[in-house]
């Protein structure tokens, strides 16, 4: 056999279908050999009582994002992408958002600018349409549909962001002409707006309400509007960041009856809860938590287990959104302590999610490895277009690997991640196996805290459509 570039010896393969010790062999970038191979390799990789994963794919990261006046995210591509090299990735889906009235194509090429030379992994974006003219939705979006963009994301709240419903079912129907996936943020805008007025006038303004201004029934209509409308339509759609059993129960609904609906959960809905709102003691602490939908309570917690374990649950994303607590332009800004509704809507989790979910899902055993990688990174890459080429451990498939220890135990501390946010909300969550060695198309990338790439190794990955 021909001399390969690199093999690792001695580990265990994780796919999303089984766990296999055998070498594996990487050849310019990509898998090249998988069995029992010779030694007859440039470099030997010795992974002795380690796990080799397919890079995690974190289908759902909001990067450099403009997020109101005076609201700056916490991170660029440059810092969004290290942490998430450092939490075991190898691919990221952030989103190109689309102001009202500006040009589609000029947005995506604004955000190939942030992220030009600047990027640690892979990375391919989603598209936001906020403002579905004529021309976005007769020329622009499907031109841009046919040069790989092929997921956008609508919302059905925040007063720049929202689509009526006529606007929603008009988006779909590009959505089944171009056989692009949409991804919904189902929250109702009139409810909140109702809730939230209530709750100014009794003066209840603590981050803590923001959960009150957002409870599960609002996100349980939503929820099912959105499916209802996809179903008129006649085209699968994801409900994303989902929180609890109310609009689970929606999903689970339409999955029974067939109706092709994916969905997605977060770290954040098996971790935290409405509680961790209230602060120290109602305090503005509380907005260290504040995301939207909001985390619920310890039954929903549940909940979302369930729909994990039993495949409910399609990908399992960060929806990294990151601010910063203590700045001018972040969380704490002027103007934000006067009331919830002015908080950034959003938490820093790219760096955490894998560690995470296998921590609570796979050292606890409430699921397997194989659930772990399907959820992670295989069905996010299938379910994106992006498989084969990420996602998987065959032959042919780019060398993006994640090691990980199984039995390292560590504790969660905002001191040792990179993002740009001053705050993890997961601080002081002890993590039971953590990814230790990140390698993309067959260089290492970062190992124990070392990026070892500079941050222009990671590529913008042009996209197909969903296998999922
Ligand atoms: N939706 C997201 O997907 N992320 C952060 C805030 C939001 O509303
Ligand atoms: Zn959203
Ligand atoms: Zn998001």
């Not at 085209?235 to 929606?250: C, D, F, K, R």
Request: charged share 25%; aromatic share 8%; net charge negative.
């Amino acid at each position: 056999m021909e001399k390969l570039d690199l093999i690792f010896k001695n580990g265990k393969i994780v796919t999303e279908s089984g766990v296999e010790n055998c070498d594996l062999g990487i050849s310019d970038g990509q898998i090249s050999a998988i069995g029992d191979l010779s030694d007859n390799a440039e470099v030997i990789e010795d992974a002795t009582d380690l796990l080799i994963l397919p890079g995690g794919v974190d289908a759902h990261v909001h990067i450099d994002q403009p997020s109101g006046p005076d609201v700056e995210m916490a991170d660029n591509f440059q810092s969004a992408t290290m942490s998430a090299a450092a939490g075991g990735n190898t691919t990221v889906l952030p989103f190109a958002m689309q102001e009202k009235g500006q040009s589609l194509r000029e947005c995506v090429e604004n955000y190939h600018k942030k992220a030009k030379d600047n990027l640690y992994i892979d990375t391919s974006f989603h598209l936001i349409i906020s403002d579905p003219s004529p021309q976005v939705l007769g020329q622009e979006l499907p031109a841009l549909a046919r040069d790989g963009y092929t997921s956008f994301k609508v919302f059905m709240t925040y007063d720049d962001l929202v689509l009526n419903d006529e606007e929603l079912l008009k988006v779909f129907e590009v959505a089944k002409k171009e056989k692009t996936l949409v991804m919904v943020h189902a929250e109702g805008y009139d409810a909140i707006r109702y809730l939230t007025k209530k709750l100014e006038e009794e003066g209840k303004v603590a981050p803590y309400f923001h959960g009150i201004s957002r409870p599960q029934i609002v996100e349980r209509e939503a929820t099912h509007r959105a499916i209802s409308h996809a179903q008129i339509v006649d085209i699968p759609i994801v409900i994303v960041h989902v929180s609890g059993n109310e609009a689970l129960s929606q999903i689970k609904w339409a999955k029974e009856k067939g109706i092709r609906v994916f969905s997605e959960t977060c770290p954040q809905y098996i971790c935290l809860t409405e509680d961790d709102m209230k602060g120290l003691n109602m305090d503005f602490e509380g907005a260290k938590y504040v995301c939207s939908p909001p985390p619920r309570d310890l039954e929903s917690q549940k909940a979302i287990w369930e729909g994990i374990i039993d495949g409910t649950f399609d990908i399992f994303s960060s929806d990294h959104c990151p601010f910063k607590f203590k700045d001018k332009k972040g969380k704490d800004r002027p103007g934000a302590r006067t009331s919830f509704k002015w908080v950034p809507n959003g938490i820093p989790g790219v760096e955490t999610r894998l560690p995470i979910l296998f921590s609570e899902g796979v050292s606890k055993k409430r699921i397997s490895l194989e659930r772990f990688v399907e959820l992670t990174s295989t069905n996010p890459a299938k379910m994106y277009g992006l498989h084969p080429q990420k996602g998987s451990i065959k032959i042919g498939s780019d060398a993006d690997l994640t090691i990980w220890d199984p039995n390292k135990i560590d504790t969660i501390r905002q001191s040792d991640l990179h993002h740009g946010s001053d705050y993890t909300p997961f601080e002081g969550i002890e993590v039971r196996g953590w990814p230790i060695q990140t390698w993309l198309r067959g260089q290492k990338i970062y190992e124990k805290n070392k990026f070892l790439k500079q941050n222009n190794l990671g590529q913008y990955i042009s996209r197909g459509f969903s296998s999922l």
